[in-house]
């Protein structure tokens, strides 16, 4: 009787420190929590816009086949770019795009609308297209539910995923807005963000849950509503 319970106690250890192990691991690799935009009309859709940036700098041709954006002119207007600007325009290193894509409103969240479509490559894996290939704009678990992907550890190249990106078509303090997905920088603050967007903290706080402003983190997606001459 001693013994089993020397050994129950040795398992809960052990299954304690598993615990610890795994709460640790995805504390670090998920530091920001996943994005939920809401978007309160159901079957709602419109135009959306989201932030994008790629570690090694790329090209509006790639961001646009990436996110299948069917116009280019629809990616230089939402970066304020020159419309004879190439398509083969270079992006530097972590230099943040402006995307847009069309949004649908279902149970209460806003996701994609059936965009963008990734074709998995060999030896990617579900949190590499997550953190990576889509910037940190959604989780790798959200990627496995919207695909109904039994084990995240199992996906197959050739394969197509729906990557399903924060978005909402809901007004805002009574005006229809354009909801843009932004990325946090390192260093900004709720503040800044309303400043800089043409909108006000309590706005931001309210529209995206947060309490506390000094919660903002780098790499977590904002919903901030664009107006008028930011839309
Ligand atoms: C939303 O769309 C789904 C699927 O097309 C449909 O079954 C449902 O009835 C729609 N709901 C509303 C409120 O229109
Ligand atoms: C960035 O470049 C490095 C070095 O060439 C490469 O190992 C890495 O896979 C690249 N990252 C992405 C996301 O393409
Ligand atoms: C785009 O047009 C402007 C003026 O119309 C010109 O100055 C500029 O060189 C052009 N840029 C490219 C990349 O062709
Ligand atoms: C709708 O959302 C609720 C709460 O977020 C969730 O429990 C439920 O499973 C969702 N329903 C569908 C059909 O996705
Ligand atoms: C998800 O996968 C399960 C098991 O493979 C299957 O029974 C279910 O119908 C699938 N659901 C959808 C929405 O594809
Ligand atoms: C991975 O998934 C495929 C089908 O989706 C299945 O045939 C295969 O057995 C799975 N492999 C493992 C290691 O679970």
Same mark, same amino acid.
């Given at each position: 009787?001693?013994?089993?319970?020397?050994?129950?106690?040795?398992?809960?250890?052990?299954?304690?420190?598993?615990?610890?192990?795994?709460?640790?691991?995805?504390?670090?690799?998920?530091? !920001?929590? /996943?994005?939920? $935009?809401?978007?309160?009309?159901?079957?709602?859709?419109?135009?959306?816009?989201?932030? *994008?940036?790629?570690?090694?700098?790329?090209?509006? /041709?790639? =961001?646009?086949?990436?996110?299948?954006?069917?116009?280019?002119?629809? =990616?230089?207007?939402?970066?304020?770019?020159?419309?004879?600007?190439?398509?083969?325009?270079?992006?530097?290193?972590? /230099?943040?795009?402006?995307?847009? $894509?069309?949004?649908?409103?279902?149970?209460?969240?806003?996701?994609?609308?059936?965009?963008?479509?990734?074709?998995?490559?060999?030896?990617?894996?579900?949190?590499?297209?997550?953190?990576?290939?889509?910037?940190?704009?959604?989780?790798?678990? !959200?990627?496995?539910?919207?695909?109904?992907?039994?084990?995240?550890?199992?996906?197959?190249?050739?394969?197509?995923?729906?990557?399903?990106?924060?978005?909402?078509?809901?007004?805002?303090?009574?005006?229809?807005?354009?909801? *843009?997905?932004?990325?946090?920088?390192?260093?900004?603050?709720?503040?800044?963000?309303?400043?800089? *967007?043409?909108?006000?903290?309590?706005?931001?706080?309210?529209?995206?849950?947060?309490?506390?402003?000094?919660?903002? /983190?780098?790499? !977590?997606?904002?919903?901030?509503?664009?107006?008028?001459?930011?839309?």
């Amino acid at each position: 009787m001693g013994t089993a319970g020397k050994a129950g106690v040795g398992l809960c250890k052990l299954v304690a420190i598993a615990a610890i192990a795994v709460v640790l691991v995805v504390g670090l690799a998920e530091a !920001q929590p /996943e994005a939920h $935009f809401r978007c309160s009309v159901e079957n709602g859709t419109c135009r959306a816009v989201t932030d *994008y940036k790629h570690p090694n700098g790329t090209t509006l /041709e790639d =961001i646009k086949s990436l996110f299948n954006v069917k116009h280019l002119p629809d =990616i230089l207007g939402a970066n304020n770019l020159p419309t004879n600007t190439s398509s083969s325009y270079r992006v530097g290193a972590n /230099e943040v795009v402006k995307v847009p $894509f069309p949004c649908k409103c279902s149970n209460n969240t806003g996701l994609s609308n059936g965009v963008p479509l990734y074709r998995i490559k060999k030896g990617d894996t579900l949190f590499d297209i997550a953190t990576t290939t889509f910037a940190g704009l959604v989780k790798y678990p !959200q990627i496995q539910v919207a695909n109904n992907i039994t084990d995240a550890n199992n996906i197959t190249a050739g394969d197509t995923l729906w990557i399903p990106l924060p978005c909402s078509c809901d007004e805002v303090g009574g005006s229809s807005v354009v909801h *843009y997905a932004h990325l946090v920088q390192t260093g900004s603050s709720v503040e800044g963000i309303a400043q800089q *967007y043409g909108t006000t903290q309590q706005v931001l706080l309210s529209l995206n849950g947060i309490d506390d402003p000094k919660s903002l /983190e780098a790499g !977590q997606v904002l919903d901030v509503p664009l107006q008028g001459q930011y839309t």
